[in-house]
T-cell receptor, first 111, second 116 residues
Framework: DQQVKQNSPSLSVQEGRISILNCDYT??????FLWYKKYPAEGPTFLIS?????DKNEDGRFTVFLNKSAKHLSLHIVPSQPGDSAVYFC??????????FGPGTSLSVIP | DGGITQSPKYLFRKEGQNVTLSCEQN?????MYWYRQDPGQGLRLIYY???????QKGDIAEGYSVSREKKESFPLTVTSAQKNPTAFYLC???????????????FGSGTRLTVV
């Protein structure tokens, strides 16, 4: 049973528009969340994170929103660029040293 | 440049054979990890090591073995006992377990293993 879910396997967005990637989790005890980005044939790279004591964290074009009551977080990319085309993994921490990854969402940004 | 090197990039194995995937880092990180990626699934943890000569099983350790004789190296052996070994294998490292979890791991480029 997946504890971190990304229900959209893929997403297509026009260049310049907003990309919204969603993630749901099952355990209300998770206290930290991360997003990773992965290009084909490469390892994932860390993108942005958020603590459960916050509801928003922003880094340039990337913003992560956390809704604890809904056990939902989302990654917003504004404006989307073709170089953002990649697989995005949501991850959650059930403890200080353990990470659970979601299945990933493949984002295609169309020029 | 500091980083993690995984080799080979592609590996083919006959059924019943053991095979070893290499992972080397020059980041001076204490913690190292092996993950497996399958289509439609997230990265799943096979083994991790927080210090030399120590390693722990992850969520899917059956059919795999590791060693950590040097800080820089964390090789993974896929044994014949692994029922479905065809997958993309990723090695990662971090300063320590807690820092890596919260501030992100450094991943290698992966090894794609195919059983033929």
């Amino acid at each position: 049973d997946q504890q971190v879910k990304q229900n959209s396997p893929s997403l297509s967005v026009q260049e310049g528009r907003i990309s919204i990637l969603n993630c749901d989790y099952t355990n209300s005890m998770f206290d930290y969340f991360l997003w990773y980005k992965k290009y084909p044939a490469e390892g994932p790279t860390f993108l942005i994170s958020i603590s459960s004591i916050k509801d928003k964290n922003e880094d340039g074009r990337f913003t992560v929103f956390l809704n604890k009551s809904a056990k939902h977080l989302s990654l917003h990319i504004v404006p989307s660029q073709p170089g953002d085309s990649a697989v995005y993994f949501c991850a959650a921490l059930p403890s200080y040293d353990k990470v659970i990854f979601g299945p990933g969402t493949s984002l295609s940004v169309i020029p | 440049d500091g980083g993690i090197t995984q080799s080979p990039k592609y590996l083919f194995r006959k059924e019943g054979q053991n095979v070893t995937l290499s992972c080397e880092q020059n980041l001076n990180h204490d913690a190292m990890y092996w993950y497996r990626q399958d289509p439609g699934q997230g990265l799943r943890l096979i083994y991790y090591s927080q210090i030399v000569n120590d390693f722990q099983k992850g969520d899917i350790a059956e059919g795999y073995s590791v060693s950590r004789e040097k800080k820089e190296s964390f090789p993974l052996t896929v044994t014949s006992a692994q029922k479905n070994p065809t997958a993309f294998y990723l090695c990662a490292s971090s300063i320590d377990l807690g820092t890596g979890a919260r501030y992100g791991y450094t991943f290698g480029s992966g090894t794609r293993l195919t059983v033929v």
